[in-house]
């Protein structure tokens, strides 16, 4: 029986998985998820140290000539400290020697003999000290279990010399589809034949997402053959299939899974499109069996495949968030049950798609975000209130945008 979004949700973000890990060099760690807590284990900086090219003085004698001695290089281990109206060259990234209460930067001194400076401008205590653990503590958590990394989590491990790190495995996911009129994109076709084009896409969904996928083939529409494929793949963590769920005369998957041991957890989601959904378990193999419908599995997987492979990757977000913005136009719609609606948001308002029928191939490669409106929702006024679910986050435009002023 279908059950709502809400309970299918709940279901796929909080089933119990034991995940594996590896060790991997952090040059080759972008995307993957974190399966180690970081500790600082130093301060950054480790020294207090000179923020610009110039002279390391005592502030209260900021108007007093005075004497250079010494000169300090950046990685320089110089211990001479300052004397009453003295003063030390320094450049940016040196230590500072240890009594110093101002940098002065080179501009801001007249040179007056050979070792011998005056300061030209006013000057702060403690200005351009850099100072130690202003950056990083010793001690402070740096990456969490679940976190995903990213260039800049990449920053942090090479900054506390951090060369490998603990991850999980990407899942595996194995993709197929069933349906005896689908032919793949580089075999000929006859007219009474369709390409298979939802394969293709879920392999490069999964992939985007993070995961080593691979393709097994077609099944036909038996039993038998859509029970092969899936014995083929218990290895996977997940198979992502699409088709054979409804209920014609040629719909087997449901069958061939529940020959199978199928543990089903979902059967039907209360939503549009993508209703005849499947979602349950072989052992320690998720399937995921979306409807045929090309639109209609896409926009089911972007909702609740999604989630599955935020679970499966290891991450500790796995509950979509979204956008607030607001809807362009009017808009009319049929209440009755959770709606999937594609369209694009250009950073001002939402754009629904004027093309939505489940059955499209067209519509997502246009498209960049979701709404999900509520079975009572009927009419959208223009401007009103909607939450978008971001498809794709590498926010880009055609036209040139001004993203300087501030009105
Ligand atoms: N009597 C009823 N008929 C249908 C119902 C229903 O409740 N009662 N539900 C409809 C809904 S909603 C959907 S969604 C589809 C789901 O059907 P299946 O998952 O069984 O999918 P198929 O019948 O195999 O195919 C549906 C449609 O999609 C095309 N398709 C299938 N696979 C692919 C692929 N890999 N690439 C491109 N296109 C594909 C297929 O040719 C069909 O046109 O059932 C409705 N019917
Ligand atoms: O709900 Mo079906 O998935 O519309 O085409």
Aim: charged share 25%.
């Amino acid at each position: 029986m279908a059950i709502s979004v809400d309970a299918a949700i709940d279901i796929i973000s909080n089933i119990k998985l034991k995940l594996k890990f590896e060790i991997i060099a952090i040059e080759e760690a972008q995307n993957r998820i974190c399966a180690q807590e970081v500790i600082a284990t130093s301060s950054l900086p480790k020294f207090d140290n000179s923020a610009m090219d110039g002279y390391a003085i005592i502030y209260s004698d900021k108007n007093n000539e005075l004497e250079v001695i010494d000169t300090i290089f950046a990685g320089d281990d110089n211990h001479t400290i300052l004397k009453e109206n003295t003063c030390i060259k320094i450049m940016t990234g040196a230590r500072v020697p240890k009594n110093t209460t101002a940098i002065i930067p080179k501009e801001d001194i007249q040179t007056i003999s050979d070792k011998k400076i005056k300061i030209l401008e006013n000057v702060k205590e403690f200005q351009h000290i850099r100072f130690i653990g202003e950056d990083i503590r010793s001690g402070e958590k740096l990456i969490d279990i679940g976190d995903e990394l990213n260039f800049a989590k990449i920053t942090l491990l090479a900054s506390q010399g951090i060369s490998h790190i603990k991850v999980y495995k990407k899942p595996k996911i194995v993709v197929f589809s069933s349906g005896e009129e689908l032919k793949l994109h580089y075999e000929k076709i006859q007219d009474h034949q369709i390409y298979n084009s939802n394969t293709p896409t879920l392999f490069a969904r999964v992939k985007e997402l993070g995961c080593d996928v691979t393709f097994i083939g077609q099944a036909k529409d038996t039993i038998e053959d859509i029970k092969r494929l899936v014995l083929n793949s218990l290895d996977a963590d997940l198979i992502v299939t699409s088709g054979g769920v409804s209920v014609g005369d040629a719909d087997f998957t449901r069958d061939a899974f529940n020959e199978l041991d199928f543990e089903t957890l979902i059967d039907g989601i209360m939503i549009k499109p993508g209703k005849p959904t499947i979602f349950g378990k072989i052992d320690n193999t998720f399937i995921l069996n979306l409807p045929g419908n090309p639109l209609a599995s896409a926009l089911i997987f972007e909702l609740f495949g999604k989630i599955l492979i935020q679970k499966l990757l290891g991450s500790n977000e796995v509950h979509p968030a979204y956008i607030e913005t607001k809807i362009s136009e009017d808009f009319k719609t049929r209440k009755g049950r959770i709606t999937i609606i594609p369209g694009t948001f250009n950073g001002v308002s939402f754009y629904v798609s004027k093309k939505r029928s489940p059955g499209m191939v067209s519509i997502l490669a246009d498209c960049n975000s979701l709404i999900i409106l509520d079975e009572s929702v009927e009419y959208l006024k223009k401007d009103s209130k909607v939450k978008i679910l971001p498809i794709n986050w590498k926010f880009f435009s055609k036209e040139k945008k001004d993203f300087l002023s501030n009105e």
